[in-house]
Each structure stands twice: as C-alpha cells, then as structure tokens.
C-alpha cells in the first residue's frame, strides 16, 4: 500500500514539475525579442473602413484572413489560383484577387470588400442597386466578385463604353454566363442605361 502512495506521489510530482518548466519556458518565449527577419503576427488592417486586430501566419492570403478571421464570408475563395474573380476586393480602391495577395501585403493600406458596400444606413450602393435592377446575378457565386470588380472600373472610370466595361470585367467568371446582365448593370451605375 505504500509503494502505491509513493507512486502515486511520485507521478503527481513529474507532471507537476513538466507543467512548471513549460510555463517558465512559455513566459520566456512570450518576454523575448522577435528574430531579426522574422514576420509579425498581429496585424492591424484597415477593413471596410474599421481597423482589425488580427493574428495572421507569414504564408495567409488575404481571401483566407477575410472569411475565416474576420468572418467577412462574400469574399468568396473559388479556385485560389488568381484565376476566377470570386476573392476579388479593392485595395486603396484597386482591384486585386484576394487570394493571391499575402495579408501581410496590406498593412496600412484600405481594403474594401463587398460587404463595404452598403452604406450604414441601409442604403445600397448605386452598383449593387443596378444589379438587382438588371437581375444580373443567377447562382450569386460570383456576385461578390462582380460587384467589386464594377465598383473599382467605374472608380477609374465612371463612364465606360460597353467595351471598357466589358475589358474591365473581364478578369471575373461567372460560370452562369450572365455576362450581359452584369455588363448591362454596369452602365445603368455608370448612369448610362436607364
């Protein structure tokens, strides 16, 4: 019975002593210095127009910060390739595919994305109005990644000709094939179809 009590003492004391070494060593990892080089993990990002805190790995795509960090889910992430539009956002009111740009890349820098749209009163961007005037989305898929594309053409140019609408939203897929109803709503918010 003894040697039980002994034992059992003995073991309370290992695990005892292995949490106390883990937490004095956590406590000095926590304290010291970053590396030299090495990439800082909390970031403030500047989102739909409110600052971020974030923790974010070197190697994570915007894309992924945005829908699974910040629970911003209308950036769709579709092929993760650079290729469909689904992950498109603006970035200091430019487009860029969120899934190929690292989150790291845009500290300091503005990032909209669809849900940055509507205005806080309710009030429907004048591109997300024209979409639903035009019926443009079918599966709604690409929605997101069309509306943004629209918003940062007609930043650059507010009154496109078909063409350049069409050049301009031509680096988003829409596997429906409502490329006319997209197009046609992007000269309604151009003002240029009624």
């Given at each position: 019975?003894?040697?039980?009590?002994?034992?059992r003492?003995?073991?309370?004391?290992?695990?005892?002593?292995?949490?106390?070494?883990?937490?004095?060593?956590?406590?000095?990892?926590?304290?010291?210095?970053?590396?030299?080089?090495?990439?800082?993990?909390?970031?403030?990002?500047?989102v739909?127009?409110?600052?971020?805190?974030?923790?974010?790995?070197?190697?994570?795509?915007?894309?992924?910060?945005?829908?699974?960090?910040?629970?911003?889910?209308?950036?769709?992430?579709?092929?993760?390739?650079?290729?469909?539009?689904?992950?498109?956002?603006?970035?200091?009111?430019?487009?860029?595919?969120?899934?190929s740009?690292?989150?790291?890349?845009?500290?300091?820098?503005?990032?909209?994305?669809?849900e940055?749209?509507?205005?806080?009163?309710?009030?429907?961007?004048?591109?997300?109005?024209?979409?639903?005037?035009?019926?443009?989305?079918q599966?709604?898929?690409?929605?997101?990644?069309?509306l943004?594309?629209?918003?940062?053409?007609?930043?650059?140019?507010?009154t496109?000709?078909?063409?350049?609408?069409?050049?301009?939203?031509?680096?988003?897929?829409?596997?429906?094939?409502?490329?006319?109803?997209y197009?046609?709503?992007?000269?309604?918010?151009?003002?240029?179809?009624?």
């Amino acid at each position: 019975m003894n040697a039980r009590l002994n034992r059992r003492r003995f073991i309370k004391g290992v695990i005892a002593s292995g949490v106390a070494a883990t937490a004095s060593g956590n406590w000095y990892s926590a304290v010291a210095e970053r590396p030299k080089g090495a990439v800082e993990r909390l970031l403030s990002i500047n989102v739909n127009g409110r600052t971020r805190r974030v923790d974010v790995l070197p190697q994570e795509t915007l894309c992924y910060t945005l829908r699974y960090k910040l629970g911003l889910t209308g950036t769709k992430l579709g092929c993760n390739r650079g290729e469909c539009g689904a992950c498109t956002v603006l970035i200091d009111d430019v487009t860029h595919y969120s899934c190929s740009m690292l989150t790291h890349s845009v500290k300091g820098r503005r990032v909209q994305t669809v849900e940055g749209l509507q205005a806080a009163d309710g009030t429907l961007h004048p591109v997300q109005q024209a979409f639903i005037d035009e019926l443009a989305p079918q599966c709604g898929f690409c929605t997101p990644g069309q509306l943004m594309a629209a918003v940062g053409l007609l930043k650059a140019n507010p009154t496109p000709t078909r063409e350049e609408a069409r050049l301009g939203m031509s680096g988003n897929l829409c596997r429906c094939g409502s490329y006319d109803h997209y197009l046609n709503a992007v000269m309604r918010a151009s003002g240029q179809r009624t």
